[in-house]
């Protein structure tokens, strides 16, 4: 009953939504709350135990509760009414209030949840009068007429449940698949040819010629995500600009078309999220295409006493980053491209920032449209203003990616392998540690650059027994990865990558 209620709210706030925009929609408009009031100790969990799927697990956790307080308002409604309706518009309240403080909401993102909670208050006052035994006026009983010739029958209440839950389902169906229909860019980035670069990047170099090691470079549909949308933006090449703006000279807005006159640069990166645990996977690397900050700045002519960047996503997402590392020479750009192909809509298509060296939630700007030249005294990121370090070079590391820990393995010759990563500074050496043994030297393949990652591999005679194997790198700088550990918060989790293996 009161499911059936929240599902009718829910599936036509969705209908309800599609002329509004996607954002206005309850379930999007309060677990972008969600995403932005998260403490940070539960975000680092849930991002550490479930990683890229952690938006999935959002809404299968709101669509938990939704079902939990949509029971609990049905048994109120039957046992006090209207005790359930005031659930009802209690959570309605609150769906209202994260919608229209969304950014860019207007008066219109209410109407979703408003009109919503109005339907379902309707059907939930309909099931209720449907309830088998139900009765109005004065007891059956009483008059003499007997409960079972009295109230609604059992099967009416089924019947207009069944009815009232395909109506849900079929307006909250109805509803997203129009929402993603009308927003799709798909198209637009199929047609979308990319210019050939004027510095195309350098082959790659061999591969570490043993199984289990990930390859050198990262497949799209490989490469990790992490960021604040619940739901992925989409932005049209024809709708896209980029604006630079605040210090400067003279402010200039850039459409897709107006790179089309600019010189485009080929380079392979390698991406760290700073709430990559030791070990971890958020991390890869890419083949992008794009432009030079740099030059986009120098046209608009940075003013002096500026020091930072605060760049800002079409979903209000914001980084900021240190202006020296726009302009100290390093191949911070406007990409457009990754690996071959226009840029993955999950990964900011039509165009993101990639600046090497810094952990993305400085840096890494997802469908960027807004370029602010300010100072750190002025201006946060998003991150920053939730406690984040102001200033995140990646750290020294190194991950073992075979064997896995817990394998079991047979005494003899054994493969240890991984990569390891300093960028901005190089990886100059990798050494394994077995049990409490001294610590040995791993081949290391052709370094690339100091902006990509070295793959590297250790031959172990394996004897047999339990066994702990460790694994730490050493920077172009001389600095040797840190034993201490640390956890990602504020910038960037630290130790050694450690796995146990048993043999015989």
């Known amino acids: 009953m009161g499911i059936g209620s929240a599902g009718t709210i829910l599936g036509v706030a969705e209908l309800v939504s599609v002329p509004v925009g996607r954002s206005s929609a309850p379930l999007d408009a309060f677990g972008s709350a969600v995403v932005d009031n998260t403490p ?34 049905g048994a109120l409604e039957r046992i006090t009414r209207p005790l359930g309706s005031a659930l009802f518009v209690l959570f309605g309240a609150a769906g209202v209030a994260a919608a229209v403080t969304r950014a860019h909401a207007t008066w219109t993102s209410a109407l979703p949840t408003v009109v919503g909670v109005g339907c379902g208050l309707v059907v939930l006052r309909i099931l209720v009068r449907r309830v088998p035994g139900a009765q109005s006026g004065t007891d059956a009983t009483a008059a003499g007429t007997g409960s079972a010739t009295s109230g609604p029958s059992r099967r009416g209440f089924l019947g207009g449940l069944a009815a009232f839950g395909a109506l849900a389902l079929t307006t909250g169906a109805a509803g997203r698949l129009l929402a993603v229909r009308a927003a799709d860019v798909s198209g637009n980035r199929a047609a979308v040819r990319l210019p050939v670069p004027a510095e195309p990047a350098p082959p790659v170099p061999a591969e570490v010629s043993v199984p289990g090691p990930v390859s050198f470079l990262t497949p799209n549909s490989g490469f990790y995500r992490i960021d604040t949308a619940l739901t992925v933006p989409q932005v049209s090449t024809d709708d896209w600009t980029l604006r630079i703006h605040g210090l400067v000279d003279r402010e200039i807005t850039i459409g897709y078309a107006d790179l089309a006159a600019r010189r485009p640069i080929e380079r392979v990166l390698t991406m760290t999220c700073v709430s990559n645990p030791v070990g971890g996977n958020l991390i890869g690397t890419a083949r992008w295409l794009g432009y030079r900050v740099a030059d986009l700045l120098a046209e608009a002519g940075v003013r002096p006493g500026a020091d930072m960047v605060l760049s800002t996503s079409v979903d209000d997402f914001t980084a900021g980053t240190p202006l020296s590392a726009l302009t100290d020479g390093r191949d911070a750009i406007l990409a457009i491209g990754m690996n071959g192909e226009p840029l993955p809509i999950p990964h900011g298509f039509p165009a993101r920032l990639i600046v090497p060296g810094l ?76 049990d409490d043994g001294a610590w040995t030297p791993a081949q290391l393949s052709a370094e690339y650059s100091i902006d990509t990652w070295r793959q590297w591999v250790y031959r172990w005679d394996a004897t047999p027994g339990k066994h702990t194997i460790r694994a730490r790198a050493t920077d172009g700088t001389g600095v040797v990865q840190t034993a201490d550990v640390r956890e990602p918060v504020p910038d960037g989790a630290s130790g050694y990558p450690s796995i146990s293996v048993r043999v015989g």
Do not use: C, H
Not at 385 to 410: F, H, M, N, Q, Y
Not at 413 to 426: H, L
């Open 359 to 434: 952990y993305g939630y400085l840096s890494a700007t997802k469908w960027v449209t807004d370029l602010e030249v300010t100072r750190f005294d002025r201006a946060r990121g998003y991150w920053a203003r939730r406690g984040w370090a102001v200033s995140g070079p990646i750290k020294t590391e190194a991950r073992i990616d075979t064997p896995k820990s817990g394998a079991a393995l047979t005494p003899g010759p054994v493969a240890i392998a991984g990569i390891a990563w300093a960028q901005r500074r190089g990886v100059t050496a990798v050494e394994i540690q077995i």
């Open 40 to 73: 940070q100790g539960l975000r680092e969990w849930v991002i550490g135990t479930f990683g890229t799927n952690d938006k999935l697990l959002l809404f299968a956790v709101m669509i938990a509760v939704a079902v939990g307080v949509a029971a609990a308002a």
